[in-house]
């Protein structure tokens, strides 16, 4: 556990962050990369994602330590990566050279009907004896794709505990004594279970072993329906500082602290707020190990059996299906539907994926609003994502939902043309070849009137108008659609 350098206090990178970078050097020991976020289409030629170069570069000049969390595949569940993610995930580390990689102890697909779907959602594993030897194959199979070391992070959970179900603490240090490895303890995350219900932040550290910890994350959240969403909105609250000082005494092997906050909160929150964040985890920093005791032995669970009844598949499938508005009516799904967490899940899953819709074609989504209305334009929605499941690459839920309303034969005007142009836009950014979309009115006071967010005026029939898609370099690279995999925890 001693082998690794210490790193220190840093944040998850994000693009857009690289003048706060620049600006704080002093405060940023070390970043950690999401590196699927980067990941933006699929090229089966030769068996590997894309990702943006642009990104890559920048990082690769970065002159600090890097770190990978994944947010595309994580550990806790039967399905394994596709050979494609790992070549990626490997050419990236290759250029990048991260000390060491993460990913979640949940799991994001389900089988249905021989076919592995995404959930679009980190969910919890169940809490099994049967599930701890599927994550530990799960954290040797990364290991063995990249050779690097490995750790896996402490999840959110908005389910209830289950009568008789093996503890939050005591499952994780289970997996990570099995599995020999390293854990990356997010204290946000099991506070966040604390809020909504689940074991205490006490108990649960009670049951871990401080010195496989390598690695402490800590963010902010916002409450929501009456539950508490991890949401990495902004600097992290007193009671989560205070665990935060709390814990890093008690930890001989922690090797990185850092803060998350999203791109868009990234955007809202003042700077000086982030910088005093890092400034308090500075300070917290120094104290690391100052009262760890090397007597100290985790509490193992004794003698008690847990309720080990639910098959790993039989959970993955149930849960996977109900948040995306399925019912496989079994027994196990007429015990969560009782759990209201299901229904906040479902509720962010849906959110997630209609914002990501909006974002990919938000003229296209406004023109249909303003055409038919809110309650019309929300029966669309929610009819498209009950004819399919959710997908890992941004422009594959822009071309479904396309074909879509092309095949709902929807007589508005200008509908299917400012489609057309948009979907051009997104396959330029891509592949950085030039496009030309040939109109039958003139787009440029229908695409202004969309952008004021208003219905455009009917034009007369006039001669046909080709608008150019070019690609430029620091103009669509920004609008690139990247990987999203889940809605982030």
């Known amino acids: 556990m001693n082998n690794l350098d210490e790193l220190g206090v840093g944040?998850?990178?994000?693009?857009?962050?690289?003048?706060?970078?620049?600006?704080?050097?002093?405060?940023?020991?070390?970043?950690?990369i999401e590196p699927q976020t980067f990941w933006y289409d699929k090229n089966d030629e030769c068996n590997v994602f894309k990702y943006n170069p642009?990104?890559?570069?920048?990082?690769?000049?970065?002159?600090?330590?890097?770190?990978?969390?994944?947010?595309?595949?994580?550990?806790?569940?039967?399905f394994l990566p596709p050979p494609e993610h790992f070549n990626t995930l490997r050419q990236q580390a290759a250029e990048l050279n991260p000390e060491w990689v993460s990913e979640h102890l949940s799991f994001n697909f389900f089988n249905e009907d021989g076919r592995d779907v995404?959930?679009?959602?980190?969910?919890?594993?169940?809490?099994?004896?049967?599930?701890?030897?599927?994550?530990?194959?799960?954290?040797?199979?990364?290991?063995?794709?990249?050779?690097?070391?490995?750790?896996f992070e402490t999840g959110v959970n908005y389910l209830q505990p289950r009568k008789n179900e093996m503890p939050d603490g005591l499952f994780v240090n289970r997996i990570a004594e099995a599995a020999d490895c390293h854990i990356l303890l997010d204290l946000h995350n099991i506070l966040t279970n604390q809020r909504n219900g689940r074991q205490s932040v006490k108990e649960f550290l009670e049951y871990l072993d401080y010195e496989r910890v390598i690695e402490l994350h800590v963010a902010s959240g916002i409450y929501y329906k009456d539950y508490y969403l991890d949401a990495h909105s902004?600097?992290?609250?007193?009671?989560?500082?205070?665990?935060?000082?709390?814990?890093v005494g008690k930890l001989p092997n922690l090797k990185a602290l850092m803060f998350e906050i999203t791109p868009d909160y990234f955007m809202k929150v003042p700077e000086a707020e982030i910088r005093e964040q890092l400034v308090k985890m500075r300070r917290i920093w120094d104290k690391k190990g100052s009262h760890y005791k090397s007597w100290r032995v985790p509490l193992r669970g004794g003698d008690h059996v847990f309720d080990e009844s639910i098959p790993v598949k039989e959970w993955e499938h149930t849960i996977g299906n109900l948040i995306l508005g399925r019912n496989p009516e079994n027994a196990l799904a007429k015990e969560l539907l009782q759990d209201k967490g299901i229904a906040i899940v479902k509720d962010l899953v849906f959110n997630f994926r209609g914002s990501l819709l909006i974002s990919m074609l938000k003229l296209t989504t406004r023109l249909l609003r303003l055409s038919v209305g809110e309650e019309i334009f929300?029966?669309?929605?929610?009819?498209?994502?009950?004819?399919?499941?959710?997908?890992?690459?941004?422009?594959?839920?822009?071309?479904?939902?396309?074909?879509?309303?092309?095949?709902?034969k929807l007589n508005i005007p200008y509908l299917e043309k400012v489609m057309e142009y948009e979907l051009a836009f997104i396959h330029t950014a891509i592949d950085k070849q030039n496009r030309s979309v040939v109109f039958d009115f003139d787009p440029m006071p229908v695409m202004a009137a969309l952008e004021k967010v208003q219905l455009p005026?009917?034009?007369?029939?006039?001669?046909?108008?080709?608008?150019?898609?070019?690609?430029?370099?620091?103009?669509?690279?920004?609008?690139?659609?990247?990987?999203?995999?889940?809605?982030?925890?």
């Open 234 to 247: 902004g600097a992290s609250d007193d009671e989560l500082m205070g665990i935060l000082e709390y814990v």
């Open 378 to 408: 929300n029966i669309y929605i929610n009819d498209f994502f009950n004819s399919g499941f959710p997908e890992l690459l941004p422009v594959v839920l822009a071309e479904q939902f396309s074909a879509y309303l092309c095949s709902s």
């Open 54 to 78: 642009e990104v890559t570069d920048f990082l690769r000049t970065y002159n600090r330590p890097k770190l990978f969390h994944g947010v595309g595949y994580p550990v806790g569940g039967t």
């Open 11 to 32: 944040l998850i990178y994000f693009q857009g962050f690289e003048d706060f970078l620049a600006l704080h050097s002093s405060l940023i020991d070390v970043v950690e």
């Open 457 to 489: 005026a009917k034009q007369l029939p006039g001669k046909k108008i080709a608008l150019q898609v070019v690609f430029e370099q620091q103009g669509l690279i920004n609008e690139l659609p990247e990987f999203v995999p889940v809605v982030h925890n």
């Open 118 to 151: 995404n959930a679009g959602f980190l969910l919890p594993p169940v809490q099994t004896t049967e599930s701890i030897k599927t994550a530990v194959a799960n954290i040797q199979n990364y290991r063995d794709q990249m050779n690097r070391p490995f750790a």
